[in-house]
């Protein structure tokens, strides 16, 4: 059981160019979300998804996409990357709704 | 709309002192309430959590009491450890979403 995985580790683009975070889960959650955590910003929601074919915005969600097509996983698109992006990047995910979240354990990504 | 304030850190302790971070929090009805801990370099970690009100949530010798009439659910340790090193984050369920609190960094010296 691996639980909530997340790649890469460590990112660093140039300004423009797109990528994607990857997260799966491997626990049935339906419930899943991606953060960006910025120092003295705490955490803020980015996107979230209550089951496949179902997406949310949440807190902070322009410059960013999302899709959920199947339970297991639940990819971050960066579609322009801007410096202002250069976060913590984290997924979770939860039986039915936002409670006893289980974290990955993050992608470090820098924009140039 | 629903929040959650924490006292700001950083906080500095010696090892076996006590231990209190200040969570407060504003929400419609009697949510459930999380602490989350983040150890450095790592993701978020359910540390404890209380369902309802006067609920007390424990784990690895934490403790926090869901209280309704001060709309609080402090953390609080009887002796930290060196180990107990990292930021602690209070939450609450609101929306859908999770909503945190700023964090509060620890750093316990021995």
């Known amino acids: 059981n691996a639980g909530v995985t997340q790649t890469p580790k460590f990112q660093v683009l140039k300004t423009g160019q797109s990528m994607t975070l990857q997260c799966a889960q491997d626990?049935?959650?339906?419930?899943m979300s991606w953060y960006r955590q910025d120092p003295g910003m705490g955490l803020r929601l980015i996107h979230y998804?209550?089951?496949?074919?179902?997406?949310d915005q949440g807190e902070v969600p322009n410059g960013y996409n999302v899709s959920r097509s199947t339970t297991e996983d639940f990819p971050l698109r960066l579609l322009s990357a801007a410096p202002s992006q250069t976060s913590v990047y984290f997924c979770?995910?939860?039986?039915?709704?936002?409670?006893?979240?289980?974290f990955g354990p993050g992608t470090r990504l820098t924009v140039l | 709309g629903d929040s959650v304030t924490q006292m700001e850190g950083p906080v500095t302790l010696s090892e076996e002192a006590f231990l209190t971070i200040n969570c407060t929090y504003t929400?419609?009805?009697?949510?459930?309430l999380f602490w989350y801990v983040q150890y450095p370099g790592e993701g978020l970690q359910l540390l404890l959590k209380?369902?309802?009100?006067?609920d007390k949530g424990s784990n690895k010798g934490f403790e926090a009491t869901y209280r309704k009439e001060t709309t609080s659910f402090h953390l609080e340790k009887g002796s930290v450890q060196v180990s107990d090193s990292a930021v602690y984050f209070c939450?609450?369920?609101?929306?859908?979403?999770?909503?945190f609190g700023q964090g509060t960094e620890l750093s316990v010296k021995p």
């Open positions: 979770a995910s939860s039986w039915g709704g936002p409670n006893e979240q289980f």
């Open positions: 626990m049935n959650h339906e419930y």
């Open positions: 998804s209550v089951g496949a074919g179902i997406t």
């Open positions: 929400a419609t009805g009697y949510p459930s």
């Open positions: 209380a369902t309802k009100a006067d």
């Open positions: 939450a609450l369920p609101t929306g859908g979403k999770l909503i």
